[in-house]
């Protein structure tokens, strides 16, 4: 599978002098949040950089809320489903359209889940796609997150991660999933269920 893009160049636009840019630490993140700087404000942490999600449309929503229904009703309670939550990363915060975390919701009512809590994560692609192929599978990889998924809404398909890299930069394997096939949801090695995967479609 490959995606092109093309990027039109804006004429005149004002360079900004790299040495005015910096990271923010997790620590800076949550003492933003917790001052106020940050009120109101749709943001993410990723690699240390303040960005804004993308738009969420219909599609992306109902996708979303299909793929927490159908997981809830395989998930024994030793398993959370949380949704557009933060995890909190070495080097960043995402907020990742579903997560499957260890525990039960008040096991998070101090801190967010981190790295060694979350089993998988799950990004809903409409327009996003770029970036969770790249940046954000990066970052789940190098956190050592087992499986991550990404639904393709243009392709309608499901794209499954796993099996991270020693370097820790990416997943050794990939494999893609589309309506009529059973999508297996594998936690702690075991596989827990068989998801249909046009019922997972918007």
Not at 135 to 150: D, E, H, N, V
Not at 165 to 174: E, H, I, M, S
Request: glycine share 4%.
């Amino acid at each position: 599978m490959s995606i092109a893009s093309s990027v039109s160049p804006v004429l005149n636009a004002p360079i900004v002098p790299p040495e005015i840019l910096r990271r923010f630490s997790v620590a800076e993140y949550h003492a933003m949040i917790e001052h106020g700087i940050l009120h109101d404000e749709r943001v993410e942490l990723l690699r240390g950089w303040l960005t804004q999600p993308m738009n969420r449309g219909p599609a992306h929503s109902t996708a979303t809320k299909l793929i927490e229904r159908s997981l809830e009703r395989v998930l024994s309670e030793d398993w959370l489903v949380r949704v557009q939550e933060p995890i909190t990363l070495t080097d960043s915060e995402p907020e990742p359209d579903i997560a499957i975390v260890l525990g039960n919701i008040r096991s998070f009512s101090q801190t967010h889940p981190q790295a060694a809590d979350v089993a998988l994560v799950v990004e809903v692609a409409q327009t996003s796609i770029a970036q969770d192929r790249g940046l954000k599978l990066s970052i789940y990889a190098g956190a050592g997150i087992p499986q991550y998924w990404i639904m393709n809404l243009p392709e309608r398909s499901i794209e499954v991660y796993s099996q991270v890299d020693p370097t820790g930069l990416r997943y050794q394997q990939r494999r893609d999933f589309r309506a009529g096939e059973l999508l297996p949801l594998i936690l702690r090695n075991a596989v827990i269920a068989e998801l249909d995967v046009a019922g997972l479609l918007p």
